[in-house]
């Protein structure tokens, strides 16, 4: 799977991990309320899905790739064509996007910022820095990955909207993935961050309805009253790369069923 977005907390490296943990029962809805730069739904088969998250850029992009991929491809080539020239084209596009909010600007960045970091200040402003010796990927490349996930994504309703909302469509049948941002990110993402109280409430909640669930919840972990399985991963740390060193993180994952890792 190529990303269409670069994402930062991305679950590229473990997404077949994660998909191959569903119980095989029938689903009735899959729904994954932190959808980021959704590489877990790349593979979903689900008749209905829901995929949401509280950034309303994000699913307006989502938007364009469900329903017309080609103004992406077009909006990308030109500014790419410039970026080219001209670096200073990353920057211009920063101020536009912090004023404008075009959710196809926010794909240019993420593919030019450095290691495609997707980072806001305290008032909500994209503030990642340019990587300087980075082209940004070709558009004829870039234009496959674009057909390749509006295809897969033509099942999906794209929904701005806090994780709690989406409680209204679970039922003991759905499919829920949580992928919340890393507890301490807080400033750094678009959100204020997580309360785990209250997102151990929604776990609560879920369970009670009878869903089946998977968290991923990075170094952290959560009442074991209310999962039944707990999977620790290594992997290289997200922020390795800006660290300059090859730390790894552990990255949990949490399910509320019995499931081989
Ligand atoms: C770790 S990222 C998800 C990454 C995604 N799984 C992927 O592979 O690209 C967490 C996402 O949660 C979103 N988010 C933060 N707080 C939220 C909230 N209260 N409700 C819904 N989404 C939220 C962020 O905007 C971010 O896109």
């Known amino acids: 799977m190529s990303p269409i977005i670069k994402w930062t907390g991305s679950k590229r490296p473990i997404a077949d991990k994660i998909h191959n943990l569903w119980p095989k029962t029938e689903v009735s809805n899959y729904i994954e309320p932190f959808v980021g730069g959704g590489s877990c739904l790349y593979d979903c088969k689900a008749e209905k899905i829901i995929a949401s998250d509280v950034m309303p850029e ?38 536009r996007f912090n004023q404008c909010r075009d959710p196809l600007d926010l ?64 039922d003991s049948k759905s499919q829920v993935f949580l992928d919340p941002p890393y507890i301490g990110s807080d400033g750094k993402m678009y959100s204020q961050g997580l309360n785990v109280e209250d997102f151990y409430k929604y776990l609560d909640t879920l369970n009670k309805i009878g869903c089946n669930w998977i968290v991923t919840f990075g170094e952290h972990d959560i009442p074991k009253e209310l999962f039944l399985t707990k999977i620790e991963l290594l992997q290289p740390s997200p922020f ?5 060193n090859s730390r790894q993180a552990k990255e949990t994952i949490f399910t509320n069923f019995r499931s081989q890792p």
């Open 58 to 95: 994000l699913i307006g992009f989502w938007n364009f790739v469900k329903s017309n991929p080609d103004k992406i491809i077009s909006h990308y080539s030109s500014l790419w064509e410039s970026y080219q020239k001209d670096r200073s084209i990353f920057l211009s596009t920063r101020e």
């Open 107 to 170: 794909l240019f960045l993420s593919r030019t910022s450095i290691n495609g970091l997707i980072r806001f200040n305290k008032s909500g402003n994209f503030n990642a820095s340019l990587h300087h010796n980075r082209s940004g990927i070709n558009p004829k490349k870039l234009k496959n990955i674009v057909a390749d996930w509006s295809a897969r994504v033509q099942k999906c309703e794209f929904l701005c909207s806090s994780y709690q909302d989406t409680v209204q469509f679970v």
């Open 240 to 244: 390795r790369k800006l660290q300059g």
